[in-house]
């Protein structure tokens, strides 16, 4: 069983910068991937960006060139470096783990918020 914890979300100002950490524990296996998916109210949950092991990636175009996913495997910990945030990126950002790049594992973390608001 993986545990996810994540940290870092808050309120920033329209073009601001957040930085989110997961963190898995519960395996002797890293997950294969790791990534973020996010809801906003109203809407379905969608991916954000996941990272594999070996370091490939997959983002949603919709961040593509503004949010920076990266890992760490000896901590097993994923981060997403959000830049140029827009008032649109404002939602429930989950931390996700699985063996699939193109579809959400079975591991959630509890979300952290991400308000953009001036």
């Known amino acids: 069983q993986v545990q996810l914890a994540e940290s870092g979300g808050g309120l920033v100002q329209p073009g601001g910068s957040l930085r989110l950490s997961c963190a898995a524990s519960g395996s002797i296996f890293g997950p294969a991937v790791m990534g973020w998916y996010r809801q906003a109210p109203g809407k379905q949950r969608e991916l954000v960006a996941v990272?594999?092991?070996?370091?490939?990636?997959n983002y949603a175009d919709s961040v593509k060139g503004r949010f920076s996913i990266s890992r760490d495997n000896a901590k097993n910990t994923v981060y997403l470096q959000m830049n140029s945030l827009k008032l649109e990126d404002t939602a429930v950002y989950y931390c996700?783990?699985?063996?699939?790049?193109?579809?959400?594992?079975?591991?959630w973390g509890k979300g952290t918020l991400v308000t953009v608001s001036s």
């Open positions: 996700n783990a699985g063996p699939y790049i193109y579809a959400p594992g079975n591991y």
């Open positions: 990272i594999t092991s070996g370091g490939r990636t």
